[in-house]
């Protein structure tokens, strides 16, 4: 069965950084869409961005020029390099991918921007 493990969550004041992980099992994350989503409490689950198989990058509108995907292929681990965090920026992020018609996400990691 597909598995992804996010890791990289924390704690961090606004303005901070993190980069989370997720690593993936039985899947090749070059041969399919790799994506991160996060949900907020009462919010429903956001896509944040997207790397395609063809390498192409689609972000949301929020996160826009301070978060950046990316993948390591021989890893077979995706990044979400994120920057100038912000406290909107708090969520469990999940890493998700579609496998045969099939959606697979991560048990997710959290981010807490706070002062």
């Known amino acids: 069965q597909v598995q992804l493990v996010e890791s990289g969550g924390d704690s961090v004041q606004p303005g901070g950084s993190l980069r989370l992980s997720c690593t993936a099992s039985?899947?090749?994350?070059?041969?399919?869409?790799m994506g991160w989503y996060r949900q907020a409490p009462g919010n429903q689950r956001e896509m944040v961005a997207i790397?395609?198989?063809?390498?192409?990058?689609n972000y949301a509108d929020s996160v826009k020029g301070r978060f950046t995907i990316s993948r390591d292929n021989p890893k077979n681990t995706v990044y979400l390099e994120m920057n100038s965090l912000k406290l909107e920026d708090t969520a469990v992020y999940y890493c998700?991918?579609?496998?045969?018609?099939?959606?697979?996400w991560g048990q997710g990691t959290q981010v807490t921007v706070s002062s």
């Open positions: 998700n991918t579609r496998f045969l018609r099939v959606d697979y």
């Open positions: 790397i395609r198989r063809n390498g192409t990058t």
């Open positions: 039985l899947i090749r994350i070059d041969v399919y869409d």
